[in-house]
Each structure stands twice: as structure tokens, then as C-alpha cells.
């Protein structure tokens, strides 16, 4: 006969009914906690994408702002100095003996559907001097300069009679521009403070176009 202590099976199995209810309740609501855990990575993971598409918006936005008030800039201090350009022509070349009569600026037009500009353009009767200004010279502007220069009398019929030069005009260069520059023929033309100046070699011979 089983004692007081004694468990009946009946007991024992309840036991385990029970625990197993437990764990089965136990693993239902750690399923439930790492349901939701996930749900707030998730949700939290969103709103950072959310946060870095608003910051990538933003910097596009200030990236197009900048890009617009710096053309804005460049563009309107590229005119200033060619209107100092401009002003300083005759006197500039009137020093290497060369009469200009008259200066003009930015001149414009299309040929055969491709447009082209010139900055500032200075002759008398015989000779044409085409001048390109920046602000700061580059090698690659000078030889698109001289290319765009090998159509000038195609493109400008009225000067194909004169002889036509190109220069170049700038504030600052990079190394080694000034001489490449003067290496494919061109006036070089360097604008300081409220003047500006030749600066080729005294021997300088320019290329005609």
C-alpha cells in the first residue's frame, strides 16, 4: 500500500501536463516577445532608411542649391573680368604696336545647327584678335580653345579676309598653362588688380588662324 508521500501515477502525469502546458506557455509568449522585438527592428529599420532617404533628399537639394548659386557666381564673375579684359585691350596692345579699333563682347551664333561663343572679340581693319577668359586657365581650356578657334573663320564668315589670332586671358593658371598656351600660338593675357598684361616673350610669334 503506498504511503502518504507516495505520488499516484495519476499525479505524476498531471505533473507533467502541467509543466508541459508551462513550457508550451512559456514558448508562446517568448515567440510573442521575439515577434514584436522583430516587428521594432524592423519599424526602427525603416524609419532609419526613412531618416537617410530625407538626409540623401536634403544633400540633393543643397548640392543642386550650391551648384546653381555657384554657376550663378562663376558666371558673373567670369563678366567682370571680361569687362576688365575688355577695358585693357587696346592699351595692352597698342604696348606691342597693334592699333585695335574696336572691342566687342560675347559674340554668338550658330552654324550649320552647332552654336558656338566667343568672349570678347578686338580687331581693326585687318586683324582679328579672339580673346577666351577665365577665371582660372587650365590646359584643357586652351586646347578647346584652339580648336574651337581652327572654325572661327567658318563659323564668322565677315573675318575670313583678316588675319585672326587667338588669346587667351585669365586671373590665375594652373602650372604650366601660360606656356602651353603661348606653345600653341596664343596671346597670353594675364588680368592683375584693375589691369591686365601680355606676358608672352618679347620674340613671341602668334599663330594665325
Do not use: C
Amino acid at each position: 500500500m503506498a504511503g502518504n508521500n507516495d505520488i499516484s501515477w495519476d499525479e505524476i502525469k498531471a505533473l507533467f501536463a502541467e509543466t508541459n502546458r508551462k513550457f508550451q506557455e512559456t514558448d508562446r509568449l517568448l515567440t510573442e516577445k521575439f515577434q514584436e522585438t522583430d516587428r521594432q527592428f524592423k519599424e526602427t529599420d525603416r524609419k532609419f532608411q526613412d531618416t537617410d532617404r530625407k538626409f540623401q533628399d536634403t544633400d540633393r537639394k543643397l548640392d543642386k542649391r550650391f551648384n546653381e548659386l555657384y554657376g550663378l557666381f562663376s558666371s558673373q564673375w567670369g563678366r567682370l573680368v571680361e569687362s576688365l579684359v575688355e577695358g585693357e585691350l587696346v592699351r595692352t596692345f597698342e604696348k606691342r604696336g597693334s592699333k585695335i579699333e574696336q572691342t566687342a563682347q560675347r559674340l554668338k551664333g550658330s552654324h550649320k545647327g552647332q552654336r558656338f561663343e566667343f568672349d570678347i572679340i578686338a580687331r581693326n581693319g585687318t586683324e582679328v584678335v579672339v580673346v577666351e577668359v577665365k577665371t582660372m586657365l587650365k590646359s584643357k581650356h586652351i586646347q578647346k580653345f584652339v580648336d574651337k578657334m581652327g572654325s572661327f573663320k567658318t563659323w564668322v564668315k565677315r573675318y575670313t579676309p583678316n588675319n585672326v589670332y587667338g588669346a587667351v586671358a585669365f586671373l590665375q593658371a594652373d602650372a604650366g598653362a601660360e606656356q602651353m598656351a603661348e606653345n600653341k600660338g596664343l596671346f597670353v593675357i594675364r588680368a592683375t588688380g584693375d589691369s591686365a598684361a601680355i606676358v608672352n616673350k618679347a620674340d613671341f610669334v602668334p599663330r594665325t588662324f
